[in-house]
């Protein structure tokens, strides 16, 4: 992926490139789904609810005409739950080594989820996992996610 690409993607809400392999944001629409398989994208992780508020009509067939592999983790955001996040971690631990795109509706969920794997998976420390997350979002100010966030990492200690 390179940093052209990287500047028509910036149009996705809350975007981050974190590695060469990983980028997040928001809500992409069809278009932006096209420049990162065109960027080299070859996973879409949606961590979003198919609400017509914000999602695509068809993200899956859309996805799935570009070529890429697509998964769905529905996490509802009053009450994201540890199952969410194994389900995220073991969709992560299946694409290792791909590039992947994942996303919500505005990167609160997938930054926090991506932080969590970086620490608890990747073996990363909390200090330099979580200024990703919270250059686009304080969960403090969401308890559901404060909870969740302190529960997987105290688990995982």
Same mark, same amino acid.
């Given at each position: 992926? !390179? ?5 028509? @993607? ?17 809500? =992409?629409?069809?278009?932006?789904? &096209?420049?990162?398989?065109?960027a080299g994208c070859e996973v879409v992780?949606? @961590?979003?609810?198919?609400? =017509?508020?914000?999602? @695509?009509?068809?993200?899956? +067939? ?11 983790? =529905?996490?509802?955001?009053? /009450? ?24 919500? /509706? ?16 990747? +073996? ?6 979580? =200024?990703?997350? !919270? ?12 909870? @969740?966030?302190? &529960?997987?990492? &105290?688990?995982? !200690?």
């Amino acid at each position: 992926m !390179d940093t052209i690409l990287d500047n028509a @993607l910036h149009g996705i809400t809350n975007f981050r490139r974190l590695s060469d392999r990983l980028i997040t944001g928001g809500q =992409p629409t069809e278009e932006q789904l &096209a420049l990162a398989a065109a960027a080299g994208c070859e996973v879409v992780i949606n @961590l979003g609810r198919l609400d =017509p508020a914000y999602a @695509l009509p068809d993200e899956r +067939g859309t996805v799935g005409a570009l070529g890429l592999i697509y998964e769905h983790i =529905p996490v509802v955001w009053a /009450a994201p739950t540890a199952a969410d996040l194994d389900a995220f971690f073991a969709a992560m631990d299946r694409h290792a080594g791909r590039r992947l795109f994942v996303h919500c /509706a505005a990167n609160y969920r997938a930054s926090a989820f991506v932080m969590l794997y970086r620490v608890l998976r990747l +073996g990363w420390r909390i200090e330099d996992a979580r =200024p990703d997350m !919270d250059a686009i979002w304080d969960p403090a100010e969401y308890p559901q996610w404060q909870a @969740l966030i302190e &529960a997987a990492l &105290a688990a995982g !200690d």
